[in-house]
């Protein structure tokens, strides 16, 4: 495999692995734009992404999520080390 691949392949996983913030879920899907828009100015940043989507019964509601590299919290999780009990004899 060569680096180009393995780069291509360490990136499309990231994107897969985004955990995105919601940041609304609204009755109106003008309301919802209002608030991707309010988003938008409040970050300045063209890393920003924002989802409008449809929820709910019958996709009546617009919920708004937002992801930015800012948000990613680091994947290391802690190891937890069992205690080993000694026999007693």
């Known amino acids: 495999m060569?680096?180009?691949t393995a780069n291509i392949?360490?990136?499309s996983h990231?994107?897969?692995m985004k955990i995105w913030q919601k940041a609304g879920t609204f009755n109106e899907y003008s309301d919802a734009a209002d608030k991707?828009?309010?988003l938008i100015a409040e970050w300045?940043?063209?890393d920003l992404e924002i989802r409008i989507r449809r929820v709910?019964?019958?996709g009546e509601q617009f919920r708004v999520k937002y992801w930015h590299p800012d948000l990613i919290k680091s994947s290391?999780?802690?190891k937890k080390t069992k205690k080993r009990k000694?026999?007693?004899e």
């Open 2 to 4: 060569s680096e180009e």
């Open 9 to 11: 392949e360490r990136s």
């Open 14 to 16: 990231s994107e897969a």
């Open 36 to 38: 991707a828009r309010e």
């Open 44 to 46: 300045d940043d063209k």
């Open 56 to 58: 709910g019964p019958g």
């Open 76 to 78: 290391k999780k802690a």
């Open 86 to 88: 000694k026999n007693v």
